[in-house]
Structure formats: C-alpha cells, structure tokens
C-alpha cells in the first residue's frame, strides 16, 4: 500500500531562521520513517504555496495527502486558514485526497521538547524545586488556544517545578518579562524562559528580548527539530490515517 504523502503547512516567516528549521525539521521526520515522502507548503512569505504543493502532487497522480499544521494550538490558523486554503487548493482536482490532522499540541512529547531545551540551557535535574518556569508562546485571541496553555503550565508546575507560569508575545497578557519579575518578586531564586513555539522570528525575539530584560537566568532555545517533535508529527500523521480508515471501513 502507497502511503500518503505528509503535507506539513507551516506559517512561514520573513525571518530565514524559520524556513531552515522547518526544512531542518522535516528532515528529521524523513530520517525517522525512511520512505515516507515529506513535502513543505507555507501559508505566508515563504515558497512553495500549499496551492503550488498540491497541484504538483495531483500531477504526480498522488491519491492520498495527510495535511499537519505546524501548530502547537488549535487557534485561527488551524480553524480557519489551513482548512480554507487546503479547500482552495483541491478544488477542481478529483485527486489527491486531502485530509488536515490535528495540531501539534497539547502533547507530553512537546512538555518533554521543553525540558529537553531546558537542559540544554543548563537546567540541571537538581534546580527544578527551585526553578520557575516562564512558559512563553506567541499569544493568541482565541479563548481555547489560551485555556490550552493556561493548561500546559498547570500540569508542567506538578512535575515538580517551583512555578509555571504563561507569558505570551502578543495578543494576550503577561508579556514574558512582566511573568519573570513577577516570579523574582514573588522570592523565586532561579527563573528559566522556556519559549512554546516550534522556529526562530519576530514574536521568538520578543520573547528572548523580554527575558534578557527582566533579568531571567536562563532562556532556552524553540523547539526546532527536537527529536520529540519530530516523533510528535508522526503520531499526528499516523492518528489522520487510524482515522480515514475507520471512515472508509465504517
């Protein structure tokens, strides 16, 4: 049986640091599953377009496509954009089959991603009772992509952190320097940022920016190509599958 053909629907990003992990990222998916065929598609700014991506494959005569947004929360992009732009881009095309699986988060794979660039900073075993955490994402207006978060930091503060606390870039509130002062008022002796997004830009800057102003101790690097991430794409492809053919054999 042919499998079908990842599709992974990234933002895209004027920043060049994006493109590259991503590409950096894919490439880590292919090493994980040799055969499985991996193509990129941006929403913005970058090429190739998701339109471009499937009128290629449908040219190809590819029968099947599991589109994966590159998103860690089922916000507007997800609900909204991805699904539009994947029903534009198959209109007139009798194949391939498209099918959109769910987003990146939440998953224990991305809080396993986070220590995993947490150690990497420094953070040793040792410091995490006397650690807070600073759980910094891009921000959203969407009320489920924040509870989300809201979330993550509850459950990540039971493993036996210090704090979590959520910080956000943009939308929403705290800035990710308010959440470090914050802490550091409150008597926490060691604060750790820990950025929620998958690639360097603009929103990741102002993360690091707020960090470094405020004084944290330590700012951890985005999730790039972490090897769980990778594995979390995966399981996200294989779940779109599980799905499709229940459908089919229902």
Not at 110 to 138: C, K, N, Q, W
Request: include cysteine; charge should be positive; proline fraction near 7%.
């Amino acid at each position: 049986m042919v499998r079908p053909v990842l599709l992974v629907v990234a933002h895209g990003s004027r920043d060049p640091r994006h493109a590259a992990t991503v590409h950096a990222l894919t490439q880590r998916v292919r090493a994980a599953r040799p055969g499985l065929r991996v193509v990129t598609a941006y929403l913005d700014f970058n090429a190739p377009s998701v339109r471009q991506v499937i009128d290629r494959l449908a040219a190809e005569g590819v029968r099947e496509v599991v589109a994966l947004p590159l998103l860690l929360t089922r916000a507007f992009h997800a609900k909204a954009d991805i699904p539009a732009v994947l029903r534009e881009a198959t209109a007139g095309h009798p194949r391939p089959a498209v099918r959109q699986a769910e987003v990146l988060g939440p998953s224990p794979l991305l809080t396993a991603a986070l220590e995993r660039r947490l150690r990497e900073a420094g953070v040793r075993p040792g410091d995490r009772s006397s650690t807070g955490i600073v759980l910094a994402s891009a921000g959203s207006t969407d009320p489920e992509a924040m509870a989300v978060i809201a979330d993550i930091a509850r459950e990540w503060r039971h493993t036996g952190w210090c704090a979590v606390r959520p910080a956000f870039a943009s939308a929403s509130l705290p800035r990710t320097e308010d959440a470090v002062r914050r802490l550091r008022a409150e008597g926490v002796r060691r604060i750790a940022v820990a950025p929620y997004v998958i690639a360097p830009g603009f929103l990741p800057d102002r993360i690091a920016r707020g960090a470094q102003d405020a004084g944290a101790d330590i700012l951890a690097d985005v999730l790039g190509d972490a090897p769980e991430l990778a594995r979390l794409l995966l399981d996200r492809y294989d779940a779109a599958i599980a799905v499709r053919r229940v459908l089919l054999t229902a």
